[in-house]
């Protein structure tokens, strides 16, 4: 199914598109929660640290492929805005 977002209401486009990722966002961050919780319950405090460590790296790979990901999605969109599909 293709969905044409150049035309018509922009903020609704936008609203429909963003719709699935907050949901998406917010069980990732219950799990984070929920992994603390039972980290630091029933393993201990280095166990916890080392949870705490990993985040900022892992938070740093996933930034990464996100920004090549919407830098690959400028693209495309311009071909597909064109009307460019050869490409």
């Keep these: 199914m293709v969905k044409s977002m150049t035309e018509g209401s922009p903020s609704r486009h936008i609203l429909s598109f963003t719709a699935p990722l907050l949901p998406g966002n917010l069980f990732q961050q219950f799990y984070n929660i929920a992994d603390t919780a039972i980290v630091g319950k029933f393993l201990g405090k280095q166990e916890l640290a ?4 990993t985040g900022s790296p892992m938070f740093l790979m996933l930034g990464f492929v996100m920004g090549i990901c919407t830098g690959f999605g400028i693209v495309v969109s311009g071909y597909f805005g064109a009307g460019d599909e050869k490409v």
């Design 50 to 53: 080392a949870v705490g460590a």
